[in-house]
């Protein structure tokens, strides 16, 4: 009986274990399972993980790659402003010019040429004398900055420190001597100096009181000269209101104005600008396609008929600035030779070159009116005054100046 409940308590145990090593495996597998599965998700996990960073990679590489078209776009859009503003800047430059040109004879209608000529007279305007840093002097050395104080009373006491005293004064007193010498020195020089900068700003005001005065004799003379009819006085004064005329930069100023004795002529002689006052480009334009901008040359023919225009413009103004001038109308026939000083291409040598040459009566030059917009200054020249004018002013082709 005994027995018979062993076997079966054996028989329970043995089934008990049996069942416990089953769940055990059980959960072993389930582990084993738990475990494979996390690490096949742990593997995705890293394959979406570098496919993400794939992508991201892509996108940043698209990024900047699209910034870097962006920036090149906006370069490319930037540099093309400019080029447009430059081609837009120098057109208007080079049509600017032209209207200055096409308008030297109009633009000085409205400026009076006369010229008082004792407003010419001026007085001497002497600089002041500036001496600087010589006008303070040197400061004077201070014996007590050298030289020690006197010990106390307990300094005295010892006679080691009196002799040390001494010993600091005799040296103090040298050093102050010697800064007193170097003072003196530096103050003679100083006052040296002050007497040659005197002596320079006394000569300079002598010279530019003389060269005032000579220059007001001169006027005067003129005045006077005036006064009397004197033809050298008339010449003068002509050529200071020829020289005062305002002309554009790059037009030359040289100009001489003489009237022949005994005679109501005056000869003129006056230096022309070349032709390159004319712009050689009508226009500029921005070339996207080169990223350049490029000229559109003006043609020869046009180049060639603006600057006889000049030309023209300059003797009318010329004539006009004379007969305005001259209030005593002591001046009734001008002669006007136009000469210009350019390399001649026919042998690579500098020349002056007669270019216009004419002669122009009072009476005619009253028949202008100057003022109308469909007056033209070449056809003027040409037809009016019959005036001699190169035909071809840019190749230097000369005409022969009048004779007096």
Not at 37 to 50: G, S, T, V
Not at 73 to 96: H, V
Not at 277 to 293: E, L, M, N
């Amino acid at each position: 009986m005994s027995s018979d409940r062993s076997a079966v308590v054996m028989a329970g145990v043995s089934g008990f274990h049996q069942e416990d090593e089953a769940a055990r495996r059980a959960r072993e597998q389930e582990l084993q399972r738990l475990r494979q599965e996390r690490q096949a998700l742990e593997k995705e996990r890293l394959a979406l993980e570098k496919e993400r960073r794939a992508w991201e990679g892509m996108r940043l590489a698209w990024e900047k790659e699209h910034q870097a078209r962006e920036r090149e776009s906006r370069k490319e859009r930037t540099d093309a402003q400019a080029l447009d503003e430059e081609a837009a800047r120098r057109t208007s430059a080079a049509r600017g010019r032209v209207v200055i040109l096409q308008r030297l004879l109009k633009e000085s209608l409205e400026r009076d040429p006369r010229i008082a000529p004792a407003s010419l007279k001026r007085q001497a305007k002497i600089p002041p004398l500036e001496l600087g840093d010589l006008e303070e002097p040197h400061p004077v050395p201070s014996r007590d900055a050298y030289v020690p104080s006197p010990p106390g009373p307990f300094g005295r006491m010892f006679e080691w420190q009196q002799h040390r005293y001494e010993a600091e004064v005799e040296e103090g007193e040298a050093v102050y001597r010697r800064a007193v010498a170097e003072h003196e020195r530096q103050e003679a020089n100083r006052l040296r100096r002050i007497a040659e900068a005197k002596r320079t700003h006394e000569q300079e005001a002598a010279r530019i009181t003389r060269e005032v005065a000579e220059e007001n004799a001169r006027i005067e003379q003129m005045i006077v000269g005036l006064r009397n009819g004197d033809h050298d006085a008339l010449g003068g004064y002509l050529t200071m209101v020829l020289q005062k005329s305002s002309y554009p930069q790059g037009f030359p100023t040289r100009v001489s104005a003489v009237q022949l004795p005994e005679s109501a002529l005056l000869v003129v002689e006056k230096r022309l600008p070349t032709i390159e006052v004319i712009p050689p480009d009508k226009a500029f334009r921005h070339v996207r396609s080169r990223k350049a901008v490029e000229s559109t040359p003006r043609p020869m023919s046009e180049i060639r008929d603006l600057y006889q225009s000049v030309i023209a413009q300059i003797v009318l103004r010329t004539l006009r600035e004379v007969f305005t001038a001259d209030t005593a109308g002591r001046v009734t026939t001008v002669v006007f030779n136009g000469l210009v000083r350019a390399v001649d291409p026919a042998t690579g040598r500098r020349a002056e070159v007669c270019l216009i040459a004419l002669r122009a009566t009072r009476e005619q030059f009253a028949d202008l009116v100057l003022d109308e917009p469909e007056f033209d200054p070449l056809e003027c020249v040409r037809r009016h005054f019959s005036a001699k004018l190169s035909p071809r002013p840019e190749a230097l082709v000369a005409v022969e100046p009048i004779p007096v």
